[in-house]
């Protein structure tokens, strides 16, 4: 059944229906790894979903939002009911857009370049503020996705360490389509071990306590190689209606 011929009690269903689920295959995603549940977070991602349905899912117990875009983001915002639920940026950031938007959310989870940390560093500096923010890596070295290339990393990292006003608290990715488990868990695996080398060394500034990978498609993957933050979107609202 198509979304827009659901009506809105169903729709309030479906999302308390797919948020139980979700919960339940992160949760055997994690003991089958290992690893306690309660350390995996389930961000709900909102790109193109209305208000009201963000609003029930928080009422079903979301607590992190995501949005991909600024403008979006901001439409929605005095709308949502966001006293007990924090939200993250996750979608790529133009430089010229970080004034709007950094201190309207938790957390950035896309920094990309050292030119858009400087960007956050000077615009937070001058409010008097510190912005939390991820370091998105491109782990398949797709020319079609933004995040920084693997070789760029350390000294990436390094460079932003340095930086007033901007604190990366991990990492985040997206990894290459696959066709079989086999090649994504080796994504993820790769992701882990990057996480893991750069949380053992310690530098100043960074706080490798956040591992942002696994969508709809992947979560339970993900899980299973170490992520700590999955960034669920039609899995929970349903086939994206544009």
Same mark, same amino acid.
């Given at each position: 059944?198509?979304?827009?011929?659901?009506?809105?009690?169903?729709?309030?269903?479906?999302?308390?229906?797919?948020?139980?689920?979700?919960?339940?295959?992160?949760?055997?995603?994690?003991?089958?790894?290992?690893?306690?549940?309660?350390? =995996?977070?389930?961000?709900?991602?909102?790109?193109?979903?209305?208000?009201? /349905? @963000?609003?029930?899912?928080?009422?079903?117990? @979301?607590?992190?939002?995501?949005?991909?875009?600024?403008?979006?983001?901001?439409?929605?915002?005095?709308?949502? $009911?966001?006293?007990?639920?924090?939200?993250?940026?996750?979608?790529?950031?133009?430089?010229?857009?970080? $004034?709007?938007?950094?201190?309207?959310?938790?957390?950035?989870? #896309?920094?990309?370049?050292?030119? %858009?940390?400087?960007?956050?560093?000077?615009?937070?500096?001058?409010?008097? =503020?510190?912005?939390?923010?991820?370091?998105?890596?491109?782990?398949?070295?797709?020319?079609?996705?933004?995040? %920084?290339?693997?070789?760029?990393?350390?000294?990436?990292?390094?460079?932003?360490?340095?930086?007033?006003? @901007?604190?990366?608290?991990?990492?985040?990715?997206?990894?290459?389509?696959?066709?079989?488990?086999? #090649?994504?868990?080796?994504? /993820?695996?790769?992701?882990?071990?990057? /996480?893991?080398? @750069?949380?053992?060394?310690?530098?100043?500034? =960074?706080?490798?306590? =956040?591992?942002?990978?696994?969508?709809?498609?992947?979560?339970?993957?993900?899980?299973?190689?170490?992520?700590?933050?999955?960034?669920?979107?039609?899995?929970?609202?349903?086939?994206?209606?544009?």
């Amino acid at each position: 059944m198509k979304m827009e011929t659901l009506s809105l009690e169903e729709r309030f269903k479906n999302i308390e229906h797919n948020i139980g689920v979700i919960r339940e295959r992160i949760a055997a995603a994690a003991k089958e790894a290992g690893r306690n549940p309660e350390d =995996i977070k389930l961000m709900a991602v909102t790109k193109t979903v209305e208000p009201m /349905f @963000i609003n029930h899912a928080i009422e079903c117990g @979301i607590d992190l939002i995501g949005e991909n875009k600024v403008q979006e983001f901001l439409s929605k915002k005095p709308y949502l $009911k966001l006293d007990n639920c924090k939200a993250h940026l996750i979608g790529h950031l133009q430089t010229n857009k970080v $004034k709007q938007i950094i201190s309207e959310v938790d957390m950035i989870q #896309s920094v990309d370049s050292v030119k %858009l940390a400087g960007e956050i560093s000077k615009r937070a500096t001058a409010l008097g =503020i510190t912005v939390e923010c991820l370091v998105e890596v491109n782990i398949g070295d797709e020319e079609s996705k933004t995040g %920084l290339d693997m070789e760029l990393l350390y000294d990436t990292l390094h460079q932003i360490s340095l930086m007033p006003g @901007i604190k990366v608290k991990g990492l985040m990715t997206i990894p290459p389509i696959c066709e079989d488990d086999e #090649s994504l868990n080796k994504y /993820f695996s790769k992701m882990h071990e990057i /996480f893991i080398d @750069i949380k053992s060394k310690k530098l100043d500034n =960074i706080d490798m306590c =956040i591992l942002s990978m696994g969508m709809s498609g992947d979560y339970e993957a993900a899980v299973r190689n170490g992520s700590d933050l999955v960034r669920v979107g039609s899995a929970i609202f349903g086939p994206r209606i544009y």
